[in-house]
C-alpha cells in the first residue's frame, strides 16, 4: 500500500518533536484525513498525547524489541486506511541501537528532522546537512526551525539550508506547544485538563507556519504475524489502569486478548476490591505520586493480598513492583504502607536508577523490553532470575514469591506469547 508518510527526528531529545508531531496529527486530522501515528522505541507517555492527537491508536515501533517483522506489518495494515503516516523518532536521528534512522532505512519512510533554533543561524543548515549526509540509506527530505523568534530569524534559517533539503517551516515560541513534564517523561494525557484546546491551538500554529502540507508517498509492505497460541484460553486478567498504573502497550493488551483472555481493567486507587479473575497485571506507572490514597485503599490492598494467598498468578512491572512492595517512600520522602507481598521496600532516589533495553530468557522464547526508572528496592531477596542487557551483562532482577513475578522490567508482551503465558497462568 502507498500513503504519505514521514519520520519525525531531530538531532536530540528535547528538540520538540513530540509536539511537533502531535500538532502535525491534529492539523491533518482536523483537516479530515485519518492520521495514523507510532513511536519509534520503549515509550508510554508520548502515545499518550499522541492519540489525543490524532484519535488514532498508537503502537510502538522498534526493529529489535517489536521485532523488524512487526514494524513492517504495522505499518503496512496502517497504510490501508490511512490518509497520513507520522512516525515519531526518539532521541536523536542516529542514537540507539537500533536508531530511529534504522527504523527509517528499514521501512524507506523519508526523514523530517525538528531542530531547536533558538540563538542559532548559519548553524542551522551545518546541523541539517550534517543529517542529511550521515548514512546513505535515510533520507532527509526537510527541516523544521523550532522556537523560532521571529519572521527574519526564519529567513536566515532557511537560507541556511543545504541543497537537497526542504524547508518545511518555522515554528515561532508558543505556549501551545507545551506540554508539562515530570521525571519520566510528558505528565500523562489525562492530566491534562486543557490538552484537546492546546493540540488545537497548537495546529493552528503550524498550519499559519505552512506545515499543512502531505509529504510524499511511501509503498508499505509487511506481512502478518502468525496468530499467537490460545495458551490463556477462558482466563479473566485483571489489569490495574488509571493514574497510578498507565504504563501498558497497547499491543500487551491486545495480545492477551488474542491468546483467549477476558481482559478486566480495574482502579487500584478507586475500586474497593478485585474483579473476579484468575490472574492479575499490575504495570508501571506513577505509584508515588498516589501513594497515600494506595495506602489508605484497605479493600484494594486486602483483595489483593487473598488473590495472592489463593496462589493465583501476579505479574507486577516497575510501578507494579513497588505497589508490592511493604512499603513506598515517595519523593517527599514520606513512607507508605503498601501490599506487601514483596519484602522490603522501594524508595524514590531522586535521578535515573536504570535505563535500557533489555531482554529475559526462559525455554519458551527471549522476552523482549526496557527499564526505566527512578526507585529502588531495598530487599534482602534474591532475585530468581535476572534480565540482561543486549551486550549480555545482568541488568533487574526479576522476584518470584508464591505465585507472585514482580520485577523492574517492563516486557513487550508480543515478543514472546509463551513466555507471558507462563508468567500469568497458574
Given at each position: 500500500?502507498?500513503?504519505?508518510?514521514?519520520?519525525?527526528?531531530?538531532?536530540?531529545?528535547?528538540?520538540?518533536?513530540?509536539?511537533?508531531?502531535?500538532?502535525?496529527?491534529?492539523?491533518?486530522?482536523?483537516?479530515?484525513?485519518?492520521?495514523r501515528v507510532f513511536k519509534h522505541g520503549p515509550d508510554y507517555l508520548d502515545p499518550?498525547?499522541?492519540?489525543?492527537?490524532?484519535?488514532?491508536?498508537?503502537?510502538?515501533?522498534?526493529?529489535?524489541?517489536?521485532?523488524?517483522?512487526?514494524?513492517?506489518?504495522?505499518?503496512?495494515?496502517?497504510?490501508?486506511?490511512?490518509?497520513?503516516?507520522?512516525?515519531?523518532?526518539?532521541?536523536?536521528?542516529?542514537?540507539?541501537?537500533?536508531?530511529?534512522?534504522?527504523?527509517?532505512?528499514?521501512?524507506?519512510?523519508?526523514?523530517?528532522?525538528?531542530?531547536?533554533?533558538?540563538?542559532?543561524?548559519?548553524?542551522?543548515?551545518?546541523?541539517?546537512?550534517?543529517?542529511?549526509?550521515?548514512?546513505?540509506?535515510?533520507?532527509?527530505?526537510?527541516?523544521?526551525?523550532?522556537?523560532?523568534?521571529?519572521?527574519?530569524?526564519?529567513?536566515?534559517?532557511?537560507?541556511?539550508?543545504?541543497?537537497?533539503?526542504?524547508?518545511?517551516?518555522?515554528?515561532?515560541?508558543?505556549?501551545?506547544?507545551?506540554?508539562?513534564?515530570?521525571?519520566?517523561?510528558?505528565?500523562?494525557?489525562?492530566?491534562?485538563?486543557?490538552?484537546?484546546?492546546?493540540?488545537?491551538?497548537?495546529?493552528?500554529?503550524?498550519?499559519?507556519?505552512?506545515?499543512?502540507?502531505?509529504?510524499?508517498?511511501?509503498?508499505?509492505?509487511?506481512?502478518?504475524?502468525?496468530?499467537?497460541?490460545?495458551?490463556?484460553?477462558?482466563q479473566r486478567i485483571a489489569v490495574a489502569r488509571d493514574a497510578a498504573f498507565a504504563?501498558?502497550?497497547?499491543?500487551?493488551?491486545?495480545?492477551?486478548?488474542?491468546?483467549?483472555?477476558?481482559?478486566?481493567?480495574?482502579?487500584?486507587?478507586?475500586?474497593?476490591?478485585?474483579?473476579?479473575?484468575?490472574?492479575?497485571?499490575?504495570?508501571?506507572?506513577?505509584?508515588?505520586?498516589?501513594?497515600?490514597?494506595?495506602?489508605?485503599?484497605?479493600?484494594?490492598?486486602?483483595?489483593?493480598?487473598?488473590?495472592?494467598?489463593?496462589?493465583?498468578?501476579?505479574?507486577?512491572?516497575?510501578?507494579?513492583?513497588?505497589?508490592?512492595?511493604?512499603?513506598?517512600?515517595?519523593?517527599?520522602?514520606?513512607?507508605?504502607?503498601?501490599?506487601?507481598?514483596?519484602?522490603?521496600?522501594?524508595?524514590?532516589?531522586?535521578?535515573?536508577?536504570?535505563?535500557?533495553?533489555?531482554?529475559?530468557?526462559?525455554?519458551?522464547?527471549?522476552?523482549?523490553?526496557?527499564?526505566?526508572?527512578?526507585?529502588?528496592?531495598?530487599?534482602?531477596?534474591?532475585?530468581?532470575?535476572?534480565?540482561?542487557?543486549?551486550?549480555?551483562?545482568?541488568?533487574?532482577?526479576?522476584?518470584?514469591?508464591?505465585?507472585?513475578?514482580?520485577?523492574?522490567?517492563?516486557?513487550?508482551?508480543?515478543?514472546?506469547?509463551?513466555?507471558?503465558?507462563?508468567?500469568?497462568?497458574?
Amino acid at each position: 500500500m502507498t500513503v504519505p508518510a514521514l519520520l519525525i527526528a531531530a538531532p536530540g531529545s528535547g528538540q520538540g518533536k513530540s509536539m511537533i508531531t502531535a500538532a502535525l496529527a491534529r492539523l491533518h486530522r482536523n483537516a479530515g484525513r485519518r492520521v495514523r501515528v507510532f513511536k519509534h522505541g520503549p515509550d508510554y507517555l508520548d502515545p499518550m498525547v499522541q492519540e489525543r492527537a490524532s484519535g488514532t491508536p498508537v503502537y510502538q515501533l522498534h526493529p529489535w524489541m517489536t521485532g523488524e517483522a512487526e514494524c513492517r506489518w504495522r505499518l503496512a495494515e496502517a497504510a490501508r486506511e490511512a490518509d497520513l503516516i507520522l512516525v515519531e523518532g526518539s532521541m536523536g536521528l542516529f542514537d540507539g541501537d537500533p536508531s530511529s534512522a534504522d527504523l527509517a532505512a528499514l521501512a524507506g519512510l523519508p526523514v523530517a528532522v525538528v531542530i531547536d533554533a533558538r540563538a542559532m543561524a548559519e548553524t542551522f543548515g551545518a546541523l541539517v546537512g550534517g543529517l542529511a549526509r550521515h548514512r546513505d540509506d535515510v533520507r532527509v527530505i526537510g527541516a523544521i526551525a523550532n522556537r523560532v523568534g521571529s519572521p527574519g530569524h526564519a529567513r536566515m534559517l532557511a537560507g541556511s539550508l543545504p541543497e537537497g533539503v526542504e524547508w518545511l517551516g518555522a515554528v515561532p515560541r508558543d505556549e501551545a506547544l507545551h506540554v508539562p513534564d515530570r521525571h519520566l517523561g510528558l505528565v500523562q494525557a489525562g492530566e491534562v485538563a486543557d490538552l484537546d484546546a492546546r493540540l488545537d491551538a497548537a495546529s493552528a500554529v503550524l498550519a499559519e507556519a505552512g506545515l499543512g502540507r502531505l509529504p510524499p508517498p511511501v509503498a508499505l509492505h509487511g506481512e502478518a504475524p502468525p496468530a499467537p497460541p490460545r495458551r490463556l484460553h477462558g482466563q479473566r486478567i485483571a489489569v490495574a489502569r488509571d493514574a497510578a498504573f498507565a504504563f501498558a502497550y497497547r499491543a500487551n493488551l491486545e495480545l492477551l486478548e488474542a491468546m483467549g483472555a477476558e481482559v478486566v481493567p480495574f482502579s487500584p486507587l478507586r475500586d474497593a476490591t478485585l474483579p473476579p479473575c484468575d490472574a492479575l497485571w499490575l504495570p508501571g506507572g506513577y505509584p508515588e505520586l498516589y501513594a497515600a490514597t494506595l495506602a489508605a485503599n484497605d479493600g484494594m490492598r486486602a483483595a489483593i493480598g487473598e488473590h495472592h494467598a489463593a496462589g493465583r498468578p501476579t505479574l507486577a512491572e516497575c510501578g507494579g513492583l513497588m505497589y508490592c512492595a511493604e512499603s513506598l517512600v515517595d519523593g517527599e520522602g514520606v513512607e507508605h504502607p503498601m501490599l506487601g507481598l514483596l519484602a522490603g521496600r522501594a524508595e524514590m532516589a531522586g535521578r535515573l536508577t536504570g535505563i535500557g533495553l533489555q531482554s529475559l530468557s526462559r525455554p519458551e522464547g527471549e522476552l523482549r523490553g526496557h527499564t526505566f526508572h527512578h526507585s529502588r528496592l531495598e530487599t534482602a531477596l534474591e532475585p530468581t532470575e535476572q534480565t540482561v542487557r543486549r551486550s549480555g551483562s545482568p541488568a533487574e532482577g526479576v522476584y518470584r514469591v508464591g505465585s507472585l513475578t514482580a520485577t523492574y522490567f517492563h516486557a513487550y508482551f508480543p515478543s514472546a506469547p509463551e513466555v507471558v503465558a507462563g508468567l500469568l497462568s497458574r
